[in-house]
């Protein structure tokens, strides 16, 4: 029997806001020196899952993977501060870059399907949980 390839759905708009606004609340808390380790770890996520799916995809926006690579170093750096000094916060100048990944991931979130979406999601998850602590 041959094997149905899955239903290709589209991002929905709605899906397409709630990532946005996951991202661009956590940047405006960020700014606001409102930064807490759940607003960071849901703007780590939704790039996380976003630049891991473009690579999946083996997408060719230019720039979009390095752009986001770039804000996940950043963004790692704020993770270790973080858990060093239950400080969370991102400095006057992480913020372009930072702001550049979620512009980005914006714009690529399109070309994605809901379905590559979630199994990216739940492969991130199952990777973080299989992370030793403090790793």
């Given at each position: 029997?041959?094997?149905?390839?899955?239903?290709?759905?589209?991002?929905?708009?709605?899906?397409?806001?709630?990532?946005?606004?996951?991202?661009?609340?956590?940047?405006?808390?960020?700014?606001?020196?409102?930064?807490?380790?759940?607003?960071?770890?849901?703007?780590?996520?939704?790039?996380?899952?976003?630049?891991?799916?473009?690579?999946?995809?083996?997408?060719?926006?230019?720039?979009?993977?390095?752009?986001l690579d770039e804000t996940i170093v950043i963004l790692m750096?704020?993770?270790?501060?973080?858990?060093?000094?239950?400080?969370?916060?991102?400095?006057?100048?992480?913020?372009?870059?930072?702001?550049?990944?979620?512009?980005?991931?914006?714009?690529?979130?399109?070309?994605?399907?809901?379905?590559?979406?979630?199994?990216?999601?739940?492969?991130?998850?199952?990777?973080?949980?299989?992370?030793?602590?403090?790793?």
């Open positions: 029997m041959k094997k149905k390839k899955p239903l290709r759905v589209p991002v929905t708009r709605g899906l397409k806001d709630i990532y946005a606004m996951d991202m661009h609340s956590a940047y405006q808390a960020a700014c606001m020196g409102q930064f807490s380790v759940i607003a960071f770890s849901r703007l780590a996520a939704a790039i996380s899952v976003v630049r891991s799916a473009l690579e999946q995809k083996q997408t060719r926006i230019e720039g979009a993977i390095a752009t750096s704020v993770r270790s501060r973080g858990d060093e000094t239950d400080v969370w916060e991102l400095t006057e100048s992480e913020r372009p870059a930072v702001l550049a990944g979620i512009d980005m991931a914006e714009e690529c979130i399109g070309t994605l399907d809901v379905a590559l979406l979630e199994r990216t999601a739940q492969q991130l998850l199952a990777a973080i949980a299989a992370e030793p602590p403090g790793a």
